[in-house]
C-alpha cells in the first residue's frame, strides 16, 4: 500500500518561514503530478500549488510569490517552501499524489494525514 507522509510543520511568527515535505512510499511504479493542498477552520480545501513530473507548476493567488513547490523524482518527495508567511496561512497542509502503483494499473489519487501550520504571534 503506498502511504505519503508529511513533515515540517509548526509554529512560526508571521513574515518567517517554513518548509513542508512529503516522502511517498510503498508500491509505486510512477507519479504524475503532485501538489500541496491545505484546509482552514470553516473552509473548503484548496489547492497551494501543484508540480507534474517534468517540473511545471502552478500556484495559488494567494501564495504566488511566496511559496515554491518542488520536488525529488528519484526520491519520491516533493516539498513546499513557505516564505513571508501571514496569519491566513494557518491550516492544516496535505500532500497529495497521482500515483501508479503497477505497470498497466491505472493512476490513483493518495492523500497525506496532513501537518499542521499555525502563524501567530
Known amino acids: 500500500q503506498v502511504q505519503l507522509v508529511e513533515s515540517g510543520g509548526g509554529l512560526v511568527q508571521p513574515g518567517g518561514s517554513l518548509r513542508l515535505s512529503c516522502a511517498a512510499s510503498g508500491s509505486i511504479f510512477s507519479i504524475n503530478a503532485m501538489g500541496w493542498y491545505r484546509q482552514a477552520p470553516g473552509k473548503q480545501r484548496e489547492l497551494v500549488a501543484a508540480?507534474?513530473?517534468?517540473?511545471?507548476?502552478g500556484y495559488a493567488d494567494s501564495v504566488k510569490g511566496r511559496f515554491t513547490i518542488s520536488r525529488d523524482n528519484a526520491k519520491n518527495t516533493v516539498a513546499l517552501q513557505m516564505s513571508s508567511l501571514k496569519p491566513e496561512d494557518t491550516a492544516v497542509y496535505y500532500c497529495?499524489?497521482?500515483?501508479?502503483?503497477?505497470?498497466?494499473?491505472?493512476?490513483?489519487?493518495?492523500w497525506g494525514q496532513g501537518t499542521q501550520v499555525t502563524v501567530s504571534s
Open positions: 508540480i507534474t513530473r517534468g517540473g511545471s507548476t
Open positions: 497529495n499524489a497521482d500515483i501508479r502503483v503497477r505497470l498497466g494499473a491505472r493512476p490513483g489519487e493518495y
